[in-house]
């Protein structure tokens, strides 16, 4: 394990990688690291992932995860959650990374959309540009919205607009009206 200390979810994050990719398990980071490769830097206490992953195969995950040493927690989302399952992965120095096991309304695509960033010596897949910001309208708090718009604002690469707005549609009005207002 690469975590020495408390603070480093990210290693452990690392850690966790590993082992989905030797799993087989398709990934992509989200929340604040992925809003950090996006154009917000924040400080975060640990670290998100969104896996391509039924509960059956959550499971099969989970047991690889404890046969490394760490500690899991596997909850259940209720029916109408957004999040299926969540997968909670921490270390003896407290660092957590969640894994989420879908998100309603996440276009299908999204996981092969990811972008391969490199990190740390290596590389991990982050969220693409448009599922980040379509994602973002979806949560719609007020941080959720001022990364979305940092997002919007990069100027490094063009934002795909009509995929941008297909995206987000999938996930219903409320997001829509979010990234319409962003857009305007």
């Known amino acids: 394990m690469r975590a020495r200390g408390r603070g480093e979810s990210a290693l452990l994050l690392l850690d966790v990688v590993d082992i989905l990719q030797k799993q087989g398990v398709d990934y992509a980071v989200i929340g604040a690291m992925a809003a950090s490769v996006h154009g917000s830097i924040r400080a975060t206490a640990d670290a998100d992932a969104l896996l391509s992953a039924t509960l059956a195969r959550l499971r099969q995950i989970e047991k690889a995860l404890t046969k490394a040493g760490l500690e899991t927690q596997l909850r259940n989302g209720a029916a109408e ?49 448009e599922d980040f910001i379509a994602m973002k309208c979806f949560a719609g708090g007020p941080q959720d919205l001022a990364d979305a718009r940092q997002a919007l604002a990069i100027s490094d690469s063009r934002v795909n ?22 857009l305007a």
């Open 161 to 182: 607009i009509d995929l941008l707005r297909r995206t987000t549609r999938r996930f219903g009005r409320a997001a829509m009206d979010a990234l319409e207002q962003l």
């Open 81 to 129: 959650d957004p999040i299926p399952a969540l997968l909670a992965v921490s270390d003896r120095h407290g660092n957590r990374v969640d894994l989420l096991a879908g998100l309603r309304g996440l276009d299908p695509d999204a996981l092969s959309r990811a972008i391969t960033v490199p990190f740390m010596g290596t590389t991990i897949r982050v969220i693409g540009r």
